[in-house]
């Protein structure tokens, strides 16, 4: 028996486990909803479908909980997250488990997320007592100003299937910790890691309509969430085409939007590069969560001279990935979460090939049939090609040869996305060089894992418009509110 989420004994037990959407502090609805595993295609779960209506009640309970947990001591508030934290930390198996049925990752990536999750909880238990105030030099003698940082109310919170558990996490632990209460709409693919997340919390001891959590209707449930005037904040993570939508949509009541959209990162090898450590950036950035991550390398810009040894190299390390089921302990890469994607990938190594680039390692379904794609690499890939246009969220790796610098900086930045960029350098001058003509939000020099709670994650351009993580990430939670004080007598 499980002893920390009363999920993952059910799941192995081929019965099928139902679960409930969480709203108001209850378990509600009827599980309707099936829920696949993607490495085999079996149902392990059912979900609510709700709609609308749930949507607003979610939303109303969010709305009537807001001021006792706005008013509540920043350590008060503290000691919740910090006990759900602990929760989630102790669960951190059973999570990972059913994080890894739903999605397919690999349970030592699905591990690690359930870390990186519960690390933003953590940081934002302790961030709690951080959110400060202002008295400012004021202009007139008698009179003070005052400035104070007030959670903006509440937040809705829209997440994507690839990283289940962070993505949640990263959003509503921010919020939460300021203040905010909050309705989170999980994805579709991946709802029952929300679910045992928010379980959790119930059991942590949030008050009553503090988190929600709204399974169903993608479209009815973020209608409501974006047109609803007590929701103040959208934070979305999810396909740039939705995010336009939810911020058109949310225009109408004018909401803060908190948008971490899709990216094109490019990942680029100078002559100066430390061959091997590129090679081992470049199979982190590419092929971790079978490609399907928002700061996967997209493009691979290699310099002339050390074209043909970095692709032998990649190939090499490409050619020995395991692919297979994510609870299998040998599996280094899963399977894509559907049909759809399977066939994005499939789509794109075929116009590749068909515009001349090349075929190195794999580039065609895994052996194992479903949705698994076999670990692919291409050279020749060009500007025209749809895997230089666009996000391809699979385990394709396509390598560009170039020339110059200034060559190479043009072609990496000639995207509308502007999320994560990596280059690999062993000269500091041209570190700072490239560095600052990137334009995109996060960059990783010689290194090809930058997430980390500790930083401000985000993009510029088409990628987004905030930050997630740091000292910064709960600052968008919060709206200045200013007080002239004068003084009488
Ligand atoms: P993907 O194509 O990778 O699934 P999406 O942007 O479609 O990415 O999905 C991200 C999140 O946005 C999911 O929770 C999904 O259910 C949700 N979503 C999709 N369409 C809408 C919509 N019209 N309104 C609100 N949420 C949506």
New binding site residues.
């Given amino acids: 028996m499980l002893k920390s989420v009363p999920l993952v004994d059910r799941l192995s037990d081929h019965t099928l486990l139902k679960l409930q959407a969480y709203i108001n502090g209850e378990f509600i609805g009827v599980a309707d909803t099936p829920v696949k595993n993607p490495a085999n295609g079996d149902v392990i779960a059912a979900v609510p479908h709700l709609g609308a209506t749930e949507a607003t009640r979610a939303v109303e309970a969010a709305s009537a909980a807001f001021s006792g947990w706005a008013n509540k001591t920043c350590k008060e508030r503290s000691a919740v997250l910090r006990r759900w934290y602990d929760l989630v930390v102790a669960a951190r198996e059973d999570l990972a488990i059913i994080l890894t049925s739903e999605q397919g990752k690999p349970l030592s990536e699905a591990r690690g997320e359930i870390d990186y999750a519960a690390a933003y909880i953590e940081f934002y238990a302790e961030e709690a007592k951080r959110v400060l105030g202002e008295l400012l030099p004021s202009h007139r003698a008698n009179a003070r100003i005052l400035v104070q940082r007030r959670p903006v109310g509440v937040v809705a919170a829209?997440?994507?299937?690839n990283f289940p558990a962070a993505m949640i996490t990263r959003k509503i632990a921010p919020a939460l910790a300021a203040g905010c209460t909050v309705v989170v709409?999980?994805?579709?693919e991946t709802p029952l890691t929300a679910l045992a997340l928010a379980e959790l919390a119930d059991r942590a001891g949030f008050p009553a309509g503090a988190i929600n959590v709204v399974t169903g209707d993608?479209?009815a449930?973020?209608?409501v969430l974006t047109t609803h005037p007590a929701v103040r904040l959208v934070g979305?993570t999810?396909?740039t085409?939705?995010g336009k939508?939810?911020m058109s949509q949310a225009a109408t009541t004018v909401k803060k939007v908190a948008l971490e959209l899709g990216g094109n990162a490019p990942f680029i090898v100078f002559d100066d590069a430390d061959i091997d450590a590129a090679v081992e950036g470049a199979m982190a950035s590419k092929f971790r969560n079978t490609g399907q991550t928002c700061v996967c390398t997209n493009r691979v810009y290699v310099q002339d001279s050390v074209h043909d040894l970095f692709v032998q190299k990649f190939a090499c390390k490409i050619a020995m990935l395991r692919v297979g089921d994510g609870l299998d302990a040998n599996t280094e890469q899963g399977p894509l979460i559907n049909e759809r994607a399977l066939a994005k990938v499939r789509a794109h190594v075929d116009d590749a090939l068909s515009k001349g680039a090349a075929l190195v390692v794999g580039g065609d379904g895994h052996a194992l049939g479903g949705t698994f794609f076999q670990p692919t690499l291409l050279q020749g890939a060009t500007a025209e090609m749809l895997l230089s246009k666009e996000e391809t969220f699979g385990p394709i790796a396509a390598v560009f040869r170039f020339k110059s610098e200034d060559e190479v900086i043009v072609a990496a930045n000639n995207s509308a996305a502007g999320l994560a960029a990596y280059f690999y350098s062993q000269n500091a001058s041209r570190m700072f060089r490239v560095l600052e003509q990137l334009d995109f939000g996060m960059v990783g020099i010689n290194t090809g894992v930058i997430s980390t709670e500790l930083a401000p994650f985000g993009g510029v351009k088409e990628s987004g418009n905030s930050r997630e993580g740091s000292h910064h990430g709960i600052l968008e939670f919060t709206e200045l509110r200013y007080a002239c004080v004068e003084l009488q007598g």
């Fill in positions: 829209i997440t994507p299937w709409k999980p994805a579709p993608a479209k449930i973020g209608l979305f999810g396909s085409q939705v939508l939810l």
